[in-house]
């Protein structure tokens, strides 16, 4: 079995999401953006920025899951682009609980270049099923 929490979503490790600290009060992870994880000009392509942050909050979302519940959904998330990310450099991104209740959890994600540019600021929110 794997070590790394995004290989149980099947598109995020299609991805080649990786997460490198999961816990109640912060994920974070990287991405290597690859040929086709980009639009043009070798940019990032801000649908791969939204899957990526989406997976951030989704692993902190169920490490924050009620006891009882079967697991989380994304129902709601916006998305700040910032700045450009090129193929070939890697993303590192933060995901932070803004507050987590019973039945729905926000959080925010930071996305940002491996010398700290931010790309992306992400807020969304999650359904407890």
């Known amino acids: 079995?794997?070590?790394?929490?995004?290989?149980?979503?099947?598109?995020?490790?299609l991805m080649?999401?990786?997460?490198?600290?999961?816990?109640?009060?912060?994920?974070?992870?990287?991405?290597?953006?690859?040929?086709?994880?980009?639009t043009t000009g070798r940019i990032m392509h801000g649908g791969a920025i939204m899957a990526f942050a989406d997976a951030l909050a989704a692993v902190g979302?169920?490490?924050t899951l009620p006891e009882g519940a079967s697991g989380t959904t994304t129902i709601e998330s916006k998305t700040n682009?910032?700045?450009?990310?090129?193929?070939?450099?890697?993303?590192?991104?933060?995901?932070?609980?803004?507050?987590?209740?019973?039945?729905?959890s926000v959080w925010q994600t930071e996305i940002r270049t491996?010398?700290?540019k931010l790309v992306a600021l992400v807020t969304?929110?999650?359904?407890?099923?």
Not at 5 to 13: G, I, L, R, V, Y
Not at 30 to 36: A, F, G, H, S
Not at 86 to 94: A, D, L, W
């Open 1 to 13: 079995m794997s070590t790394n929490p995004a290989d149980t979503m099947p598109f995020s490790k």
């Open 16 to 38: 080649g999401v990786t997460i490198t600290d999961a816990s109640d009060e912060i994920v974070t992870g990287n991405l290597t953006i690859r040929d086709d994880l980009c």
């Open 61 to 63: 979302a169920f490490l």
């Open 81 to 104: 682009f910032l700045g450009a990310a090129m193929q070939g450099s890697t993303v590192i991104g933060s995901a932070e609980p803004v507050k987590v209740g019973s039945r729905l």
């Open 114 to 116: 491996e010398d700290g």
């Open 124 to 129: 969304q929110t999650q359904l407890v099923v």
